[in-house]
Nanobody, 115 residues
Framework: QVQLVESGGGLVQAGGSLRLSCVASGSIFRIAAMGWYRQPPGKQREWVARISPEGSTYYADSVKGRFTISRDNAKNTVYLQMNSLQPEDTAIYYC?????????WGQGTQVTVSS
């Protein structure tokens, strides 16, 4: 069973930065695609960014140029560096691991951006 634990959320002023981390248990991390999703208050969960096992990255238009996803296979960890944060980035951020047609989710970490 894969477990994902996110950390790094918090309260930040508009224009600030945060770095989220997600640590995965088990030995499949290096062959898995990793993603970040978010759920703003009162809205549906939306995709933010994805990184392939080989390191190719993809971003939602709303975060392109501001957020950077990266991974460290030696640490079973995926990161989301978030810069130039805006109030509309306020959400619960979730980490996703996708491998062999199965996906796993973390419990989420709250990010709040004040204006």
């Amino acid at each position: 069973q894969v477990q994902l634990v996110e950390s790094g959320g918090g309260l930040v002023q508009a224009g600030g930065s945060l770095r989220l981390s997600c640590v995965a248990s088990g030995s499949i991390f290096r062959i898995a695609a990793m993603g970040w999703y978010r759920q703003p208050p009162g809205k549906q969960r939306e995709w933010v960014a994805r990184i392939s096992p080989e390191g190719s990255t993809y971003y939602a238009d709303s975060v392109k140029g501001r957020f950077t996803i990266s991974r460290d296979n030696a640490k079973n960890t995926v990161y989301l560096q978030m810069n130039s944060l805006q109030p509309e980035d306020t959400a619960i951020y979730y980490c996703q691991l996708f491998v062999n047609r199965n996906d796993y989710w973390g419990q989420g970490t709250q990010v709040t951006v004040s204006s």
